[in-house]
């Protein structure tokens, strides 16, 4: 009811603005480093395995696949990534010594518990989940697990339930470090650090708002969008335009900013507007030259920069700044201002946020 919203129009605006929250609450505790914190026996799980299958669905399929830049980067164990309703029903070479992780908000999904069963079936028993619900039939299910804790999501379009994801996904990619010698006590005690440090990043993310909702009234009149990320940044990107279309019925599309020129510039016109999700990584020279690529053709770029990314608005180019740079965290504050910019479109539209056409808060049947 009302009283429950407080000072917001929707659940998706509170749930949004409940991330600094979401995340201490998810990071409590956690003063060091150590596979047991995704349960009993994890060390010796984490020890033995070669690779790493993740399954799962929607936004939690995109947690996933930021997983994996994490995951090989810093532990350099192969990760596999796959949407849960064509793992299930797809003729695969099962890795009895793969670690299957599965991802869910709500711990019920239909196909990813089906996927997590035919895993197991073919002979792949070591499982672990990352879920927010700590008595769903996933985390039953599962021999290892992490409870984010978000708290209840009542939006439809997942928000706080996917950075908590993120930051538990984290840590799960340090613990796998650290269980085969790969993370060193500095590097701990640094990503320790940038951790705890989130809640206050992404507040100071929150306070860009005002700044999303003039780019919103731009949005709302559009029936297209393209968004662009590159590396650890491209699944935030497809979160993006996930969100966007989910709740402000736009159509949109996100693609690896590399493969512009493969498909994609071919529809860039000065109605398409263009939002750029540009951290200043190593990637970012090359992030510039495929926005170039857009401005010749007349597209509006829409860029979330950060501190250091250095990036002017200029005619046709527009720039919103994140405050600090976040370095390999970066994806968990960069899908703040896309969450935001969805949901003051979408509210300029005057859609029904909170609980979009066609779809379901948790998908319980195939
Ligand atoms: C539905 C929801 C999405 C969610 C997906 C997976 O489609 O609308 O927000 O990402 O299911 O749900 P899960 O609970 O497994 O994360």
Redesign the pocket.
């Known amino acids: 009811g009302a009283a429950e919203l407080g000072p917001y129009r929707h659940y998706m605006q509170k749930e949004i603005f409940e991330q600094p929250r979401a995340i201490a609450d998810t990071l409590e505790g956690v003063i060091s480093i150590m596979p047991e914190l995704f349960g009993d026996g994890a060390y010796k799980v984490f020890k033995q395995i070669d690779s790493v299958l993740i399954l799962?669905?929607?936004?939690?399929?995109y947690a996933g696949l930021t997983a994996k830049y994490w995951i090989e980067s810093i532990a350099k164990i192969p990760v596999n990534v796959e949407i849960a309703s064509e793992y299930r029903y797809r003729e695969s070479v099962p890795n009895p010594n793969a670690l299957v992780v599965t991802?869910?908000?709500?711990?019920?999904?239909a196909d990813?518990l089906a996927a997590l069963k035919h895993a197991r079936s073919l002979g792949m028993l070591h499982t672990l989940t990352v879920c927010?619900v700590a008595t769903s039939a996933?985390v039953r299910e599962c021999a290892l697990s992490y409870i984010t804790h978000a708290g209840v999501e009542v939006g439809?379009?997942?928000t706080k339930?996917?950075t908590t994801q993120l930051a538990a996904l984290f840590l799960l990619a340090l613990s796998l470090a650290q269980s085969k010698g790969r993370l060193s006590e500095t590097e701990e005690a640094e990503h320790i650090r940038a951790l705890r440090h989130l809640p206050v990043a992404i507040s100071a993310v929150l306070a860009l708002e005002p700044q999303i909702i003039s780019w919103a009234e731009e949005f709302a009149r559009k029936e297209n969008a393209l968004f662009l990320g590159r590396g650890l940044h491209y699944p935030i990107a497809l979160e993006g335009a996930l969100k966007l279309k989910?709740i402000s019925y736009i159509h949109a599309e996100a693609y690896p900013a590399g493969e512009l020129k493969h498909g994609p510039l071919a529809l860039v016109t000065k109605e398409m507007p263009v939002v750029t999700v540009a951290p200043n990584d190593t990637l970012i020279e090359k992030l510039k030259s495929n926005m170039q690529e857009v401005r010749a053709r007349g597209g509006e770029l829409y860029v979330f920069a950060d501190a250091d990314s250095r990036i002017t608005s200029s005619e046709g180019v527009h720039v919103i700044r994140l405050p600090e740079h976040y370095g390999q965290l970066s994806p968990i504050l960069h899908v703040v201002p896309l969450q935001l910019l969805a949901y003051h479109t979408a509210l300029a539209r005057g859609t029904d946020v909170d609980k979009p056409r066609n779809?379901?808060?948790?998908?319980t049947v195939e």
């Not at 991802?103 to 999904?109: A, F, L, P, V, Y």
């Open positions: 799962a669905c929607g936004t939690s399929y991802i869910s908000q709500s711990g019920e999904t990813t927010n996933m439809v379009a997942s339930a996917f989910e779809l379901a808060k948790s998908v």
